[in-house]
């Protein structure tokens, strides 16, 4: 063999091995996200949704989108953070995920939303945001990398018909695009009586706002009528990516004495941000009146106007009603000594020990009843005191907290934490004998 043929042959084998490593190619693809990101073969873009500056707790939506020129080889992670004066809420476990057509090639799109809800007036700020991706390089090689999104700043302010310049935007409103309050008795308010008690339920319902963020009731408080408020229920419910928070409070009102109890009107003030206007919703006012209630009369005080006097006909209209009032008082007389004798009222003990049975059974319902059967019968004087006065002047602390606990398992609502302990009557009737304390209204606590 020549060395002319020999030479021509270790030629071509070096132009061969030039073309088949891939270290000696005048291109080398891209191998890390950084070089992806500066060739434009990975974008990365933060957007906020409404663009225009937003009102305090209106939901403002963080967008991020990633797009590739190849695929997504692995799942996506995006970084804890926290955005300082807004509640950031991550409803979504997983991105959408879409394709886009760029300068006729197909691109893979990933978008992840997050809600903001800010909570004062002025800059907030988004920070960057670290982003784990992991997308196919051109060998079909996953390429793995740790990325960040740029800050975006979020503008908020408070409309002047909300608020005064100046003010500070943490108030009673919401803003949303619906908001309705609702509100139902858990019986009718008329023909009350003491004693009886009237749960009010209102419930508090948005869009795009979570029940955390919902207004809450004012309770008064009034003399002579208990309010025992429950706690108030949550609830979140995501249709179709509306989301709707539910809030409902529960109050029940018990009337512990005879009267009129009027509850103010309440007023929620609310943000449209569709049609960015202020709007109030009125819960108006409710009356609480007993049925033996008698209004106070207001007297009219008028110039003495001088006028004569019939002395005749006053003397005839005296004489004729003495004569009906004696016919009255005789016949009167007469019914009384025909009918039957009275019957005999029910006894401070027979009373007594039908309280101490009911607690036994743990039935407080029934052991309120009785207790004010022993009210009326052991105490209707006008020198009557409270019910829980006389536990107080009793010096037994204890008696108070059975009293107490009888009341919460009655009124309030909520399930038995403890059981109700008899509270000793008749020791207390005698203990009380003894001791003269005077008040000027009748309740039981």
């Not at 906020?48 to 209106?58: K, N």
């Not at 206007?277 to 209630?293: A, G, N």
């Not at 399930?415 to 009557?425: C, D, E, G, H």
Request: glycine share 6%; charged share 20%.
């Amino acid at each position: 063999m020549s060395r002319h043929l020999l030479f021509t042959r270790a030629s071509w084998l070096l132009v061969l091995a030039w073309l088949l490593c891939p270290a000696w190619s005048v291109a080398q693809p891209a191998v890390t996200l950084e070089e992806l990101l500066q060739e434009g073969r990975l974008q990365i873009e933060t957007t906020l949704i409404p663009a225009e500056p937003a009102v305090p707790t209106q939901q403002v939506e963080l967008v991020i989108e990633i797009a590739t020129d190849r695929w997504f080889a692995a799942g996506t992670r995006i970084g804890l953070f926290e955005v300082e004066g807004a509640l950031l809420l991550r409803r979504n476990s997983f991105a959408t995920n879409l394709t886009r057509r760029i300068r006729g090639q197909t691109w893979t799109v990933q978008l992840w939303t997050m809600h903001l809800h800010p909570q004062r007036n002025g800059e907030i700020q988004v920070p960057a945001i670290n982003l784990d991706i992991t997308v196919a390089g051109d060998d079909g090689r996953p390429v793995v990398g740790r990325v960040q999104t740029n800050p975006v700043t979020l503008s908020v302010s408070t409309p002047g018909d909300l608020a005064p310049p100046g003010a500070s935007a943490k108030t009673g409103w919401v803003a949303t695009d619906s908001f309705l309050v609702e509100e139902k008795f858990s019986r009718s308010l008329e023909n009350l009586k003491p004693g009886d008690a009237v749960t009010h339920t209102v419930s508090f319902e948005a869009n795009n706002l979570p029940a955390l963020l919902l207004p809450t009731l004012s309770h008064t408080t009034i003399d002579g009528l208990g309010v025992y408020p429950q706690q108030p229920k949550f609830s979140d419910s995501n249709n179709r990516g509306v989301v709707t928070g539910r809030r409902i409070e529960a109050v029940t009102y018990v009337l512990e004495k005879p009267g009129s109890f009027v509850l103010p009107q309440q007023e929620f003030v609310w943000w449209h941000t569709g049609f960015r206007e202020r709007r109030i919703v009125v819960l108006p006012e409710f009356k609480l009146e007993t049925i033996d209630y008698v209004a106070p009369v207001e007297s009219e005080v008028s110039s003495p106007v001088p006028e004569r006097v019939d002395w005749t006909s006053m003397a005839t209209a005296a004489v004729v009603f003495v004569l009906l009032l004696f016919l009255l008082v005789r016949r009167r007389s007469q019914a009384l000594r025909e009918a039957e004798a009275p019957v005999q009222p029910v006894s401070l003990a027979q009373l007594e020990r039908q309280f101490a049975a009911h607690c036994r059974r743990d039935d407080p319902q029934q052991a309120i009843a009785v207790l004010y059967r022993w009210l009326d019968y052991s105490g209707s004087q006008p020198d009557t005191i409270g019910f829980r006065q006389r536990l107080e002047v009793s010096g037994e602390t204890q008696l108070v907290r059975d009293f107490d606990v009888l009341l919460s398992r009655v009124y309030s609502g909520e399930p038995a934490t403890a059981r109700i302990s008899p509270i000793p009557l008749r020791r207390l009737r005698k203990s009380l004998a003894n001791k003269r304390v005077v008040s000027s209204d009748f309740s039981l606590n």
